[in-house]
């Protein structure tokens, strides 16, 4: 293979104040190649990028693109050399049109004048859009955009910086089955381009699908590195965890009780759920699949009291539920999960301490003037950090930003535990947290099970409800369109189901 | 040997280095200022160090704090109320035309002094209940809610003394703040039950995570609008604590009182370590703001200065701290 290598890495190193992050990281991106870059949370992958995209520094090593050595002081500087970053999280101004987006940094002028050239503008824009399978305007505001039309839009961005390397970050954690497809369909056509591509994922099946090479990085060094077919899903986790991990769903010994801790009889909410109705158990752990907007999450948002329904009843133990506070809700025993971790599961400048307890704290306190009992307060940290496994490195007292996904993860569902709640709403649990955390969680939740609380998990990994469910539930448009047990189970069956009818098409 | 040398001189930087990071750091770095500034100006300043001064200093300082206090609660929620000042001047003539000794309502009773109090401090905690609903209920920014309200309560309060001085005031009320020994207990009573209150108490914990994230707070089943609500009324509350003392100080009810002070409480506050994005705030470090900008003041005031030229160097040194605040962020931004 001769053709000139996109991006060359060799020996490249990396440090923050004395702690070895990068050592020794050595690989090669021929043009047109796609390479897959996978590794626990925490391996390296988000430093290695910010290497290339002008972010960070190396402390030894060189990078070459296309040839070139390529040292960019800032990234701006790394977007002008041709590298695109497209972020976990986008980097998107809500506010502003997607054209006013794609050419903030670059608006074409009116001959040598200030002035922005607007049809210009508004024509390479509609030009990069129909590039990108995207049929919007160009003046659409971004907030009116889904996540996976956003992602569409930062490559649009990319493209239009005539980028040769792109650098996709997670790209599908927030997309459904049909953006996905949308993704990789445009991701295979800009590879004809001869654009070389960085794909980091935990979603293994796609990576070893979609790339050329692979790359396996952990604690910073490479310890796998070939073409793709050299490896299998099993091997990868063993390279990725260091171990081999023979299953990826922990096993489950008890079987749900037939008591019902939540039913919902007809819950009805125009144009966004329609004639709801279930029956959770005791002990059961109850998936929901379905695509995007299929009005998953709107439907725990309904459960958990956020938005108001129009008909339909909600009954707890027995109990129904009027229109009742998240606070009232808690109090009888509900927890919720939400699928944005980071603004609504978390106070991320506030201590791990501090969110643990946030959601129990009444119980923390003394009476009579509730003041902090500092003795129980510190045994509830204690005792749920044990309980969910969180990293023993990381000091109470720390901002909870610093954790990784997967640690932030356990922090949320540590703040639930603690408040004993009898049916769990999880939305997305395992969003963005590596191989190794990801098991971690699903023995959470199913020793939550075993202890009689009813689940409610909604997720956009089918494998994950397949591994851990007693029974799933497939959404489309609002709508029930199925309710599998166990039994019957099968992965065609759900996709069919969770699939739109045809009417129009969405 | 070069080599040796050269490492040993490395290491010594690399302490100094350290040790002054220690220093940028701490969170009590603007005490550390206050007692440099004091020691530096000490021999140029005729009568800085002299035991009258510092008692006076001393008692200035304590209506500002609890003014400064009430703001920190407000602060930590993310929020903001500018209204303070016209709470100060509204509460101080009502109190004074309920207790003086001229044409006040009570004029000459035993009980006049206790109810010019109690009705002062319920007033402050009504205007702080009215900025609080409009903010948590009608959902309107702080700033505004709060910058209007300031306009309406310091208009009333002229509008209500026909923009007089109500002098004739007994002594039983212009004691509680003409008497540096009762406006000190006074203050530190409360500045003890807040500090309580912020560090130890289920409101305080909810007020912290409120200001951290609302969204988070709500979804963990905290009452968030009571919470900022509670906040507000505190702060009013405060406002009207302070009033009871500076018009003690001044014993006189006065309509403009407390006029130019807003910078004050919102400098000291923020020079001492709370953050305006919230989520952050404690009662000491309001304190040691409180006196870092008294201290200037009255440094500056012994070197004869004018009015104008202590509110200039005054601005200049509100916006050396707040650039050592954001150099602080940055040198705790950069440890991985």
Not at chain 1, 348 to 358: F, G, M, R, Y
Not at chain 2, 105 to 132: C, I
Not at chain 2, 324 to 332: F, I
Request: a neutral charge; hydrophobic letters at 50%.
């Amino acid at each position: 293979m001769n053709a000139p290598c996109a991006l060359e890495f060799s020996g490249l190193a990396k440090s923050f104040s004395g702690v070895r992050v990068l050592t020794e990281v050595s690989l090669t991106v021929p043009a047109g190649h796609t390479l897959g870059l996978v590794g626990e949370n925490g391996a390296g992958k988000s430093t290695l990028m910010n290497l290339v995209a002008g972010n960070l520094r190396p402390d030894a090593g060189e990078m070459r693109l296309n040839g070139v050595p390529h040292a960019p002081a800032s990234s701006a500087a790394a977007a002008h050399a041709g590298v695109a970053f497209i972020h976990q999280e986008l980097n998107l101004f809500p506010n502003l049109s997607i054209a006013e987006n794609i050419f903030l940094t670059a608006f074409p002028r009116l001959g040598g004048t200030p002035v922005i050239d607007r049809s210009r503008v508004h024509a390479r824009t509609a030009a990069l859009l129909t590039e990108v399978g995207l049929a919007l305007a160009p003046d659409t505001p971004v907030e009116r955009l889904s996540t996976g039309q956003c992602q569409l839009v930062e490559i649009a961005k990319a493209l239009s910086q005539d980028a040769r390397l792109i650098i996709l970050d997670e790209p599908t954690t927030s997309l459904g089955a049909h953006e996905t497809a949308t993704l990789f369909a445009l991701m295979a056509r800009l590879k004809e381009r001869g654009i070389a591509m960085i794909y980091i994922s935990h979603v293994l099946a796609d990576v070893l699908r979609l790339c050329d090479d692979l790359v396996v990085l952990r604690d910073g060094a490479v310890v796998g590195q070939g073409s793709c077919n050299e490896f299998t899903h099993e091997r990868l986790v063993s390279l990725m965890v260091g171990r081999s991990l023979t299953q990826f769903f922990p096993e489950r010994k008890n079987r749900p009780a037939v008591e019902p801790v939540l039913e919902v009889c007809n819950l009805s909410e125009p144009n966004i759920v329609h004639d709801i109705s279930f029956t959770l158990r005791r002990g059961e752990i109850l998936g929901v699949a379905g695509l995007m907007g299929a009005g998953r999450s709107e439907l725990a948002r309904i459960l958990f009291g956020l938005d108001p329904y129009a008909a339909g009843k909600i009954i707890m133990e027995g109990e129904s539920l009027g229109r009742i506070t998240p606070k009232q809700l808690i109090g009888r025993g509900l927890a919720f999960l939400t699928e944005n971790r980071r603004a609504e599961g978390l106070c991320l400048e506030a201590s791990i301490a501090d969110n643990i307890t946030l959601v129990a704290l009444r119980d923390q306190t003394r009476t009579p003037f509730r003041l902090l009992d500092f003795n129980r307060w510190r045994e509830a940290i204690a005792t749920m950090r044990r309980a969910v496994r969180l990293t023993a490195r990381a000091d109470d007292a720390q901002p909870v930003r610093t954790l990784s996904g997967g640690n932030q993860q356990k922090v949320v569902l540590a703040k639930w535990l603690l408040a004993k709640p009898r049916v769990l709403i999880l939305d997305e649990p395992t969003r963005g947290v590596d191989v190794g955390a990801k098991f971690e969680l699903y023995q959470l939740i199913f020793e939550l099970a075993d202890r009689g609380a009813g689940i409610l998990l909604i997720s956009s990994e089918i494998e994950e409800l397949l591994g851990l469910c007693d029974r799933i539930l497939v959404m489309s448009r609002g709508e029930l369109r199925a309710d599998l047990p166990r039994a019957e189970f099968d992965r065609e069956k759900i996709l069919q189901a969770a699939l739109p009818v045809e009417e129009g098409n969405a | 040997m070069a080599d040796l040398s050269h490492a040993a001189a490395k290491s010594v930087t690399d302490r100094l280095t350290a040790t002054l990071r220690r220093v940028a750091l701490s969170e009590y770095l603007v005490l550390w200022l206050s007692v440099i500034y004091f020691l530096a100006l000490a021999p140029f300043t005729p009568g800085l160090v002299s035991p009258e001064n510092l008692v006076n200093l001393l008692v200035a300082l304590l209506p500002l704090f609890l003014v400064a206090l009430g703001q920190t609660f407000v602060l930590i929620t993310g929020g903001i109320d500018l209204s303070v000042t016209s709470t100060i001047a509204l509460s101080s003539v009502v109190g004074a035309s309920i207790v003086n000794g001229n044409n006040g309502w009570l004029a000459g009773q035993w009980f006049a002094a206790p109810v010019a109090v109690l009705a002062m401090l319920a007033l402050g905690a009504a205007v702080g209940a009215l900025n609080g609903l409009a903010i948590t209920r009608l959902r309107m920014p702080p700033f505004i809610v709060t910058l209007t309200g300031m306009m309406f309560f310091s208009g009333l309060a002229i509008w209500f003394t026909q923009s007089k001085n109500i002098g004739g005031l007994p002594v039983a009320f212009t004691r509680l703040g003409g008497n540096g020994w009762l406006a000190g207990a006074i203050a530190l009573a409360t500045g003890a039950f807040a500090h309580l209150m912020l560090t130890r108490s289920l409101f305080g914990r909810w007020l912290f995570a409120t200001g951290h994230n609302a969204r988070t707070a709500y979804l963990s089943g905290v009452p968030v609008r009571g919470v900022t609500l509670a906040a507000y009324v505190i702060c009013g509350f405060c406002a009207a604590l302070a009033a009871v003392l500076y018009t003690g100080q001044a014993e006189t009810g006065s309509p403009v009182l407390g006029q130019r002070v807003l910078l004050d409480v919102i400098g000291a506050t923020i020079i001492g370590g709370t953050s305006l994005f919230g989520g952050k705030g404690k009662v000491l470090w309001t304190l040691c703001g409180v006196l870092f900008l008294k201290l200037v003041d009255n440094s500056l005031n012994l070197l004869n200065l004018s009015i104008f030229t202590i509110t200039m160097v005054k601005g200049g040194v509100i916006l050396f701290a707040a650039l050592l605040d954001a150099t602080r962020h940055r040198l705790a931004g950069s440890r991985p």
